[in-house]
């Protein structure tokens, strides 16, 4: 009988409906030191006090729509998962939800296991806060997966999120409004190095000394704004982050506010003024930079309660993950 069941159950492990839902249907495993590539959840939204709160819906909506997702990439042309050991390492823990300040120490502290074992993280939020503990964990002094070297930023957004001119955020210090800065000033970013993508969008208020993205430029970033992107086009674009970066250790974080409206709607911060990248776009330029020394990623504000009925946000941010994927495991696929 359990010869029976066992053939059973490998039979029904290629049907999306089947089993407990992991990422992309990968193997649930919490050692970080038994993956190349660890997919993980942070189910966090405490660091954006201004917007919808449901963003720590994320990785569970990501989880049930990537079972169906698990296949080659046609354009590089490989499995990442033959190339690569990847795991689904779980959420984060995040016992004290409701205090930012208490998260992002606690996801800085479970990223540093992975740090510590050499394990590239692609994971998923969360409101985009998550993104400053990621960078201090896995980049800068005394980490091992950056080399103890500050890292290039690649960051996809409508937004800088640079915030430095006033020291919370409705109480959060760290939040989704002050990552950028406090990374680069804190020698896990080297903003000289890092690139700003696709912000859009009217200004809250007075527009920054600089115009849109000043207070980026004025850290050392390279803003690129969405009216910018349209003039360069997706290849003079892949062309210009590949320079700025070079062969310095990269984390790529893509905000999905970036995309256009009407191919995501269940974003945090939507930006329905302006048009946003289409899908085309963004998934070109992720594909533009293979190659590069990616130490890993993540897809962040992702609203589920917003979504379409068809989940087409939380589809989106399962193709942005599975891009980052394949850059990653591209370094473990044999030349020629």
Known sequence: ??????????????????GIPTFFRCPWNEDPAAADIALVGVPHSSGNGSTERDQHLGPRAVRNVSGFYRRSHFVHGFSPWDAARVNDLGDVPLPEAMNNEACVRDIEAFYARLDAAGTRPVSVGGDHSVTGPILKAIAGPGRKLSGGKPCALIHFDAHTDSYDNMPHWLGARRSAAHWAAYTAKEDAVDPHRSIQVGMRGH?????????????????????????EFEDLGVSKTVELIRERVGDQPAYITFDLDCMDPSVAPGVSNIEPGFSGF????????????????????????????KDSPNQITAQLAMVMMFEMICLIAADKVPEG
């Open 203 to 227: 200004p809250s208020g007075a527009i920054h000394k600089g115009g849109v993205g000043g207070s980026s430029r004025e850290l050392g970033y390279r803003v690129v704004t969405m009216q």
């Open 1 to 18: 009988m359990s010869d029976d069941l066992d053939a059973a159950k490998r039979s029904s492990q290629s049907w999306y409906w089947w």
């Open 278 to 305: 289409t899908i085309r776009e963004a998934t070109r330029l992720l594909q533009g930079l293979k190659g590069l020394n990616i130490i890993g990623g993540d897809v962040v504000c992702l609203m589920p309660t």
